[in-house]
């Protein structure tokens, strides 16, 4: 009985961070299936040390963390031949949906960001994160973390205007 009692609280704890783990996946393997296996193996590590999670409150941020690491030690393991394009789902398209050529502008902007700027960006857009928590999961400072978010957003208002980046801002 116990143990039932605690996988439900788990399923329905974790269960609630699932959509977002998932963008957050698909924004970095750009690959509907990697984004599933990433969700998948996160959410297996997260129960394993389930019992060892002493702050609630910090369910989500201890999700992403656990995700991110998975995804940097798949990138350590397997160094990629070719860019991976996705299989179009739609599942990591910011609130641009009315504009499927400014949607597209953006795709390609993101993907041109060095890629622990993409992450900071994302964190914070897709996640919701604030600069501390997205430093601790980076394992960076937060200065750094506020530097790479203000450069990727000069980046991204250089290359596709300041109404676009407000609009992602606010997705």
Known sequence: MRFERR???????????????????YWLARDRWRAE?????????AWRNWAALRDAGALKAWLFTILHR???????RVEPTEELDG???GAWEPALD???ARGLD??????ALPDASREA????????????????MLESSEGA?????????QILRRTLGADVVKEFRQS
Request: net charge negative; glycine share 6%.
């Open 7 to 25: 996988q439900a609280q788990f399923e329905h704890e974790a269960g609630r961070y699932f959509d977002d783990l998932y963008r957050f996946a």
């Open 145 to 153: 973390v506020m530097t790479r978010l203000t450069r990727s957003r």
């Open 121 to 136: 960006l994302l964190l914070q857009v897709l996640g919701g994160f604030s600069c501390s928590e997205i430093a601790t």
């Open 87 to 89: 299989d179009g789902d």
């Open 37 to 45: 296996d990433l969700v998948q193996e996160t959410l297996a590590r």
């Open 106 to 111: 953006l795709r390609t902007a993101l993907r």
């Open 98 to 100: 009315a504009d499927p």
């Open 70 to 76: 998975e995804f940097a030690r798949g990138v350590a």
